[in-house]
Each structure stands twice: as structure tokens, then as C-alpha cells.
């Protein structure tokens, strides 16, 4: 556990160190390098717990106020320092080839040098302290510094926007945790998680409250519908590798917090098993129905991250159902789908937030209509980042089918519940799952031809030359290899994900052979499969060779037809969107062409989601209304300010009295 | 064994009889005489010899495509029974690992033909991709209902059904039968939803997707389209024929089913016109309001009375 805390600290160290030198790039280096070092200290003893099933504890002295301090590394925890650890030290390292031009421009890069870090540090402290204050403290770090970092392009209004937007969210979020945690505290007379658990358990309205509170403090973090809006806003504007680690990893301590207070709630209800479920799956449909309608590169993926935080939420929300009825391969099989999700959500999408920064390094645009044809200038890139978008579709045979597979197959177990609405439920759940499915298709295939096939669509994507630097690829390497291990060898996998599930379930006393037994079915036959596929290319190259004539695309007969004539992204979800018309708000921007020899034409379509337009908008504008009626107060005198204060001082005396 | 055997040969060249199939029937309706059912298979043979013209815009995911989609759906094909017995690999909630390994192919087959940077394949790829959005969930809720009836989560519960369910079944298989046959001709791109016969290149979905496909990659794409058709076809059978019977009997009454799909399919392409383009959704979202027919008398079945 030592090490753990030498890891933290050197985590938090790395980036002042790094101001001890003076050359940018020097800077970069002591940082990756420090932090790859404290994360190979935080992994060590995460996998020690893993391995040997013994949790670690720890308990720390501070001042009177805090008191006592545990933190524990239990499965559960050890679980998300993996996540936390190996992914964001990818994003670490990619962050110098991003970095480049900035440097290179002359941007200060120490604070943000200082966040990264730290960062990476909080989510660590968060996913292993025990008490509900030090866990708010950590928490609000968190919070803190990804701000810092979003708002790194600060000289830009957009992302200033952005940024506040993301503060205010936050904070919405952390006061349902305040208060689900204050009411729990208030309860049982204690700040640990363990004192928590035992009032939790003994007093079921009590436990429900909590849960519903933490749930929705948690899942604005995690980016529940409809809780989400900072994300599509947030992610975009900052730079690559941090919407990389934000959306990776740091929305997924949300998911953490959830099931940590599911742990301590250990038997939920089965209305709120109903909730969380129903919440998910209308998180994931949501989700990928703006991911389809975006032509931002970026928040085409937050949208995305959206979609995939709901099936997670889904495997939760089946695994809650599981507990709630009594079924405990449902249980299973819900929860280990969903956390394995977790894991697998985090190594695709961080791979997709890398590729989109390359793009965005060599293009400077995140526009994907004026991109395309970059696959013949960055090959690499373009392969990684089509391993990540068959893996994110939750195609065979990559890591994503495996989460996926089961969350179904609990679903399937769950149709054994013989209840009406148990049923009903899975039914709907199973088809809305697959729903998802086929949209991410839609969605990705979009993403990936519209960025990387055909021809390049502006002078920018015909611009670039050549591949993204070395130390931007070799991150991007191992996250596909670890997408295609985890597609190959689910069953290891699948032992793995277990310990943490037997954190939330207790002990597992059931047999598992089935899901195990075809885990390795699945094993077998993407091994069948990758080895047929290259069996038949190699046999395709041999039958071809010399054979092959290269030609212009069919064009009716027209042979120059030229790269406007492509279809678009927006023509490309066309049919989808004309489909479901009523669900969207689009916003048009057209200047016809006039007169006989029109100046100017243009024709934009921009889709609104459809909650910031009906919601949040009015939210905004009637708190304005309410808020300016006490402008007077801001006069901007000192003396008034004084007066404020103490005539605050003197109220929370009187207060204070009057209840004593 | 020798029945696996033989299943393997049907899965492989019963898909261009049945493409034969449909042709005669064709010329049937319109009074001409036709080529021979095996007019397919002489075709796919002509096809391997060709020489490749590939257009100069596409990538290496061009020339992979064509070989991962057929690759899937042979995998997939695994997953289903098929003339007699179970499926090849049997597993609960194999129906997952079916249709996912369907939808790689889908995706890669999307990819290939957005590589092309053509217009025409554009418009293609975009109404497939749309089209699947919702023949998939009907297509999953239909056979999981069917699954949660018989309390067994792999293919062979579609078998059971006839028999376990009484009149409720029959009611099932009908309805079970109608969904799956509108998701072969949307899936194997035919007459309403498609038409393969067109020549203008605005109106097609399927056969524009492969337009710069030549040779091998071309024979590749039809064998595997063609094979897709017979797999759903099978699903079919497995409903209608029940599992008492022998094994030659079974296999016979298969290939029946087959050939009546197949001729239920010429049919429609000679009775009617493809649906205009718009219209296209309302036509396969009947699958949707079926699927909730099946769903709801499976829920009377197991919680009514």
C-alpha cells in the first residue's frame, strides 16, 4: 500500500519538478517519464489485491477535523487504478507529438503541466479512500483540475464557455453526493464507507434515498441522460489526449462511485433496479442518435461516450435487476458485463479521441466534412482508428462484442425471471441494446469513411503529407493490441472481472460454466475467424496478383468527377434523420443563390440537441430573469461589501444561537 | 456426419439455386423461358477468371472488404441449424454472436463502398445502414420472445415451438415467419425493398454498393449475399419443420422450404413494383409492429390464464 501512496505522490510531484526546466519539450519528458514511473508504483500493488483477493488498508492521520482516514484497495478499487493507470499514462504519452505545435507557437504549458498530473493523482486517491469527506475533498480536485485543462486553449471564447459550463455541471453533481453522503454520515454518526453500509443495509427507505441521490450526483459525472449536456460541450474543446483521459477514464469514476454505493447498499429495490435500467437505456439511444447527427469529429465521440456510459449503465441496471429478484447469473453476468465495459469502453475510446487528435494536429480542423481520403496520407492512423470503430460497433472479433455479449446473455438469463414485468422489461432491453448497436454502426461507419475513405473533401485533408509522429502512434499501437487481446481471450478476461463484481454481490456461489464455457466458444471462433480472414486475403493477393487494373470510380460514364461530388456526412445520416424527424431541432443556414449571376450561396444544417434547446435554454433564460432582480446588490463599493459580511456574520451567529 | 457433410454443401450451393430460383419464376410471370437455375453458380465461375478493375480512389479497406464480409457471414452461418440437427456451434444466446458477426460484415461492406468516393454507392451505403436500424431490433425481439417461451436461449428453441405451444405457436410461427421473410428482402436486397434487376444506378440500395466491385471481389460479395438469404431462410424452416422426423425427411422438407421461399420471393418481384423510396421505412417497420404481435401473444401464452 506504500507504494500506492509513493505513486500518488510522485504522480502529483511530476509536473512541479517539470517546471524546474526550461526547455518545453525537457518538460514533456519529466512528466511522462515520472508518471510512468508512478503509475508501473500504483499498478503494483492493484494487481497484487487482484491476484491474491486480499485487500489492502491503510489508515492515514489528519488533522482533528478529518480524523482517521482508510483507504482501502479492494478488487473493486484495484480494478479502476488499472483503468485509471494504464490509460491515462497512454494519453501522457501522446501529449508530446500534440503537444508540438503549441510549443512550437510559444504556449504556456506549465499549469497544464501541473493539471495532467494531478489529474491522474485525484481519480486514484478518489477510487480508494473510504471516507466521505477525504472522498469529497479528492473528488472536488478532480473536478478542479480536468477544468484546468479543458480550458487550455483559454484565449479561445468557445472553450471558455465550454469550460464554465463543465465547472457548473460538476457542481450540480457534487451536491447530490454532498447530500447523499451528508444524509448517510448524519445516520450513522461516522464519515467511513463502512459504518455507512451497516446503517444502509438495515434501513431500506434510508438506503433507497442514498442511492437515488449518489445516482444522480454520480451519473452527471458519468454522463447519465439527462444529465449529460457538459459533455458534448466539454470535450471538444480540449485538447485530444485529455477528452482522451476525461472521457476514458475520469467519467468512468462516476460509474465507480455508483457502484460503490451500490456495494454499500448491497440490495437495492426493485423500483429503483427498474430506474437505473430504463435511464440506461434511454442514456444509450440518446447518446448515439446525436452521435449520428455530429460532424464534429470530437463530439460525435463525447455523444458516443454518451452511448456507451448507457450500456454500461445497462449491464448495471440488469445486474441491479439480478439482486432485486434473487438471480444471481443475472446479477452475474449484468455486472460483469458492465464493468468489463468499463475497461473496454476506456481503451476504444481513448484510441478514438487519439486518432481524432492526430487528424486534428494535421488538419487543424475537427470538421469531418472537409475531411476524407486520409487514409492514403496517414494509413496508420486510419487502421488504428478503424480497429477502435469495429471494436466501439461492439463487432467480433474485438473487446467491445465481449462486454456486450454479456450484458445480453445476463438479459437472456434474465428472461427466466418469471415475472410479467421482469420480462417485458428484458425483451424491450434486448432489442433497444440491439438498437444501439446498429445505430453505432451507422454512426461509426459515417465517422470513420467521412474522415478517412473516398477523397479528401477541402485543401486541408489533400495538405497532409505524412503519418503522425512516433510517440503519438506507439500509445495508439497498445491500445489496439489491447482491444484485440481482449477480443481473443475473453475467458481470462472474464475470471478477471469477476473479483470486482464479487465486491458489489458479496460472495459468488453459483456455477458459472455456461458463461465461462462459452467464453471460450467465443475465444475459439474469433481465432477461427481472424486466422480464416487472413488465410483468404493472403489467397486473394496470391490469386489476384497482376491481375488488377486500376481504373476512376463508376460515374455513370463521367470520368471526372471530383471530390464534391462525394457523398457528405450529412447526406449520409440523411435517411435516418428524415426518418425520425420529430426528435431533433435542426437549425438551418441557407443563403440562396440570387439574381442571374449569384455573388454568394450557402447551405448549412446544424442539429440542436434537442434537451439544451427545450430545457436548459428556458433554465437559463428565466434565471436571468430572477438573478438580475438583485443586480442592485453588486455596487461596487467597498464599504456595502463589508456590510455584507457582517450582516452575514451576525445572521449565522443569531442562527446558531437560536438552535443551540 | 455425413448429415453435417451435406448441411455444409447446402449452405454453400443451395444459395445459387435459390437465385436461379427466383430468376425462372421471374421468367415464368413474364412468359419467357429463362436461363437454367444454374445459371448463378456458371456466373460466380465466370466471375473468378475475371481480371480486376479497381477504382484509383480506393484504399486497402476496399480490397479487404470484400473478403471480411464473406468471412462473417460463413462464420455467422455456424450459428444456425440448418438442414437437420442442431447448429454448428450451439450455444445459449448464440443469437448475439449470429448477428453481430452479420453486422461486421455489414460494416465492412458500408466501408467499401464509401471508399470509393462515389455518389452513388453514398446514397446505397446510407439507406442500408438506415435500413438496418430497424430491421435488427425487430429481428431480436421476435427471436428472444420465441427463446423466453421455451426457456432455451439458443437456435433450437425456434423448432420447439410448433410443437410446445399449441395454438398460440401456430399464431407465433406465422407471424414469426412474415417477419423473417420481410428481413430477406431486406437483407438480401429484394423486390419491395430493392430492386437488383434496375439499371439506373439513383434507385438501387444493395447493387450500388458494389458497383466498382469487379471479379473476384464481386462473386465474392454476390455468394455471400445470396448465402445471407438462405441463412434467414433457415430460420424459417426451423420453425415450420417440426423435429420428430427422420433425418432424410427433414432434409427433404427443408429443401422444400427453401425452394418455396425462393419462389415466393419471384413472385413478389414479378407481382409488384419497389416501393418508392420514401415509403420504404413505413414497409419495414412492419417488421416492428409484428415483432410486438409476437411479443405480446408469447406474454399471454406465459402469463394469461
Not at chain 1, 471516507?131 to 487550455?152: G, Q, Y
Not at chain 1, 437549425?587 to 440537441?609: G, M, Q, T, Y
Not at chain 2, 466498382?212 to 445471407?228: P, Q, R, Y
Amino acid at each position: 500500500m506504500n507504494s500506492y501512496f509513493i505513486g500518488i505522490i510522485t504522480f502529483l510531484l511530476s509536473g512541479f519538478v517539470a517546471l524546474l526546466f526550461s526547455n518545453k519539450n525537457v518538460k514533456i519528458m519529466v512528466v511522462s517519464l515520472i508518471s510512468m514511473i508512478a503509475s508501473v508504483l500504483t499498478l503494483i500493488p492493484a494487481i497484487n489485491v487482484l491476484v491474491s483477493g486480499q485487500n489492502l488498508l491503510q489508515t492515514l492521520k489528519f488533522n482533528p477535523l478529518l480524523g482517521d482516514v482508510n483507504f482501502v484497495i479492494d478488487p473493486l478499487s484495484a480494478f479502476f487504478i488499472i483503468v485509471i493507470s494504464v490509460m491515462s499514462i497512454m494519453g501522457v504519452i501522446y501529449s508530446k507529438g500534440y503537444l508540438k505545435p503549441y510549443i512550437q507557437k510559444g504556449k504556456n504549458i506549465n499549469a497544464h503541466l501541473v493539471f495532467l498530473p494531478m489529474l491522474i493523482a485525484s481519480m486514484l486517491a478518489v477510487v480508494t479512500c473510504q471516507n466521505a469527506l477525504m472522498f469529497l475533498i479528492c473528488w472536488e480536485i478532480m473536478s478542479l483540475s480536468s477544468f484546468f485543462l479543458v480550458i487550455f486553449e483559454h484565449e479561445k471564447k468557445e472553450v471558455i464557455k465550454a469550460g464554465i459550463k463543465y465547472l457548473v455541471f460538476m457542481h450540480l453533481s457534487v451536491l447530490f453526493i454532498i447530500i447523499a453522503f451528508a444524509i448517510a454520515s448524519i445516520s450513522s454518526g461516522s464519515l467511513d464507507f463502512s459504518t455507512f453500509a451497516y446503517v444502509l443495509q438495515h434501513n431500506k427507505h434510508l438506503a433507497n434515498l442514498v442511492f437515488i441521490l449518489a445516482f444522480i450526483g454520480f451519473g452527471t459525472k458519468a454522463g447519465f441522460v439527462p444529465m449529460h449536456n457538459w459533455l458534448p460541450e466539454a470535450h471538444p474543446a480540449a485538447p485530444s489526449y485529455v477528452s482522451a483521459i476525461m472521457s476514458g477514464v475520469m467519467i468512468k469514476t462516476g460509474i465507480y462511485g455508483i457502484l460503490r454505493v451500490l456495494s454499500l447498499v448491497h440490495k437495492p429495490s426493485i423500483f429503483i433496479s427498474y430506474f437505473v435500467l430504463t435511464i440506461a437505456l434511454i442514456t444509450a439511444i440518446y447518446g448515439v442518435l446525436y452521435a449520428i447527427t455530429q460532424q464534429d469529429l470530437k463530439k460525435l465521440l463525447a455523444y458516443s461516450s454518451i452511448e456507451n456510459i448507457g450500456i454500461i449503465g445497462i449491464g448495471i441496471g440488469v445486474g441491479m435487476l439480478g439482486l432485486a429478484y434473487n438471480h444471481p447469473i443475472v446479477s452475474v453476468l449484468g455486472f460483469a458485463g458492465g464493468i468489463l465495459h468499463i475497461l473496454n469502453h476506456s481503451i476504444f475510446k481513448e484510441l478514438l479521441f487519439l486518432s481524432a487528435g492526430s487528424v486534428y494536429v494535421k488538419t487543424h480542423t475537427r470538421n469531418i466534412e472537409s475531411l476524407g481520403g486520409l487514409i492514403k496520407s496517414m494509413p496508420k492512423t486510419a487502421i488504428l482508428c478503424l480497429i477502435a470503430s469495429v471494436a466501439i460497433c461492439g463487432l467480433p472479433p474485438f473487446n467491445g462484442f465481449i462486454s456486450e455479449f454479456l450484458v445480453y446473455f445476463g438479459m437472456f438469463n434474465g428472461l427466466s425471471i418469471h415475472n410479467f414485468f421482469a420480462m417485458v422489461t428484458f425483451l424491450f432491453a434486448i432489442s433497444g441494446l440491439a438498437l444501439v448497436g446498429t445505430m453505432a454502426i451507422l454512426c461509426f461507419s459515417k465517422m470513420f469513411s467521412i474522415t478517412f475513405l473516398g477523397l479528401p473533401r477541402s485543401e486541408v485533408a489533400e495538405n497532409v503529407k505524412d503519418d503522425s509522429s512516433k510517440s503519438m502512434l506507439i500509445p495508439m499501437g497498445i491500445l489496439a493490441i489491447l482491444i484485440l487481446a481482449i477480443g481473443l481471450f475473453p475467458q481470462f478476461v472474464f475470471e478477471f472481472v469477476l473479483k470486482p463484481v464479487s465486491i458489489i454481490l458479496g460472495n459468488i456461489n453459483i456455477s458459472l460454466a455456461e458463461p465461462v464455457s462459452i467464453m471460450q466458444t467465443i475465444s475459439h471462433y474469433a481465432f477461427g475467424f481472424v486466422g480464416f480472414v487472413a488465410l483468404m486475403i493472403g489467397l486473394k493477393l496470391f490469386l489476384t496478383k497482376g491481375k488488377i487494373d486500376l481504373h476512376e470510380t463508376w460515374g455513370c460514364g463521367y470520368d471526372r468527377g471530383n471530390n464534391h461530388v462525394q457523398y457528405t456526412a450529412s447526406s449520409y445520416v440523411s435517411p435516418f434523420l428524415s426518418m425520425l424527424k420529430p426528435l431533433f431541432k435542426k437549425v438551418f443556414d441557407i443563403e440562396k443563390p440570387r439574381k442571374l449571376f449569384p455573388k454568394s450561396a450557402h447551405f448549412s444544417l446544424h442539429i440542436d440537441d434537442i434537451e439544451e434547446a427545450y430545457v436548459i435554454e428556458p433554465i437559463l433564460k428565466s434565471d436571468e430573469w430572477f438573478l438580475s432582480k438583485f443586480e442592485g446588490l453588486q455596487s461596487g463599493n467597498i464599504q456595502s461589501y463589508i456590510k455584507y459580511g457582517l450582516l452575514f456574520l451576525v445572521l449565522v451567529i443569531i442562527g446558531s444561537l437560536l438552535i443551540g | 456426419m455425413i448429415v453435417k457433410f451435406l448441411n455444409i454443401i447446402i449452405l454453400l450451393f443451395m444459395p445459387f439455386i435459390m437465385m436461379g430460383l427466383i430468376k425462372k419464376t421471374k421468367t415464368f410471370w413474364a412468359g419467357k423461358k429463362g436461363p437454367s437455375v444454374f445459371q448463378p453458380l456458371y456466373d460466380f465461375i465466370r466471375l473468378l477468371k475475371k481480371e480486376f478493375v479497381i477504382s484509383k480512389t480506393t484504399s486497402v479497406v476496399f480490397r479487404i472488404a470484400p473478403v471480411i464480409n464473406f468471412s462473417a457471414i460463413l462464420f455467422a452461418a455456424m450459428f444456425v441449424p440448418l438442414a437437420y440437427g442442431s447448429a454448428l456451434i450451439n450455444v445459449s444466446a448464440g443469437l448475439i454472436i449470429f448477428a453481430y458477426t452479420l453486422s461486421l460484415g455489414k460494416f465492412m461492406s458500408l466501408l467499401s463502398a464509401m471508399d470509393t468516393g462515389s455518389s452513388f454507392e453514398g446514397m446505397g451505403t446510407s439507406r442500408e445502414a438506415c435500413f438496418t436500424t430497424i430491421v435488427e431490433p425487430a429481428f431480436f425481439i421476435t427471436i428472444a420472445s420465441i427463446m423466453a417461451l421455451s426457456g432455451n436461449y439458443t437456435f433450437d428453441s425456434l423448432s420447439m415451438l410448433l410443437s410446445n405451444a399449441g395454438t398460440y405457436g401456430v399464431l407465433i410461427t406465422l407471424f414469426a415467419s412474415v417477419i423473417l421473410f420481410i428481413m430477406i428482402l431486406v437483407e438480401a436486397s429484394r423486390v419491395p425493398v430493392d430492386d437488383p434487376a434496375t439499371h439506373l444506378e439513383l434507385t438501387m440500395i444493395h447493387e450500388v454498393m458494389i458497383l466498382d466491385n469487379s471479379g473476384l471481389d464481386l462473386a465474392l460479395f454476390s455468394w455471400a449475399n445470396s448465402i445471407k438469404m438462405l441463412l434467414i431462410s433457415s430460420l424459417i424452416a426451423n420453425m415450420l419443420i417440426p423435429t420428430s422426423l427422420s433425418e432424410w425427411v427433414s432434409i427433404l422438407l427443408y429443401l422444400l422450404v427453401m425452394v418455396l421461399v425462393s419462389l415466393l420471393i419471384g413472385t413478389i418481384e414479378s407481382g409488384m413494383a419497389r416501393i418508392r423510396m420514401s415509403h420504404v421505412f413505413e414497409f419495414i417497420f412492419i417488421m416492428s409492429s409484428l415483432a410486438l404481435v409476437v411479443l405480446s401473444l408469447i406474454v399471454a401464452r406465459m402469463f394469461g390464464g
